[in-house]
Nanobody, 122 residues
Framework: QVQLQESGGGSVPSGGSLRLSCAAS????????MAWFRQAPGKEREGVAA?????SAMYADSVKGRFTISQDKNTLYLQMTSLKPEDTAMYYC??????????????????WGQGTQVTVSS
């Protein structure tokens, strides 16, 4: 069983930065990919960034050039810069099932964190 604990959320003005962390406990295979998702009120959960076991990453178009995903052993990070009000959402860390192609889809997620709130004011 894998448990995920996010931290680092908060309230910032537009243009600000935040760094989210996700500490994973339990056994994660080297072939598990990890990802960040977000869900704003009244909207569906969407993939923001994903990282593969070899360090390759992919991003949603809406965050390219502003967000950076990284991983250090069992801790996942999301560096967010130039934040916009539309980035306001609950952000979730996720572990995908092993050996899946990297994707921003939630279909391959095996474990979810509880989420951390990010609020960007205009």
């Amino acid at each position: 069983q894998v448990q995920l604990q996010e931290s680092g959320g908060g309230s910032v003005p537009s243009g600000g930065s935040l760094r989210l962390s996700c500490a994973a406990s339990g056994y994660i295979y080297s072939t598990n990919g990890m990802a960040w998702f977000r869900q704003a009120p009244g909207k569906e959960r969407e993939g923001v960034a994903a990282i593969d076991s070899d360090g390759s990453a992919m991003y949603a178009d809406s965050v390219k050039g502003r967000f950076t995903i990284s991983q250090d052993k069992n801790t996942l990070y999301l560096q967010m810069t130039s934040l916009k009000p539309e980035d306001t959402a609950m952000y979730y860390c996720a572990v995908r099932r092993p050996c899946l192609l990297m994707s921003l889809s939630s279909a391959g997620v095996e474990y979810w964190g509880q989420g951390t709130q990010v609020t960007v004011s205009s």
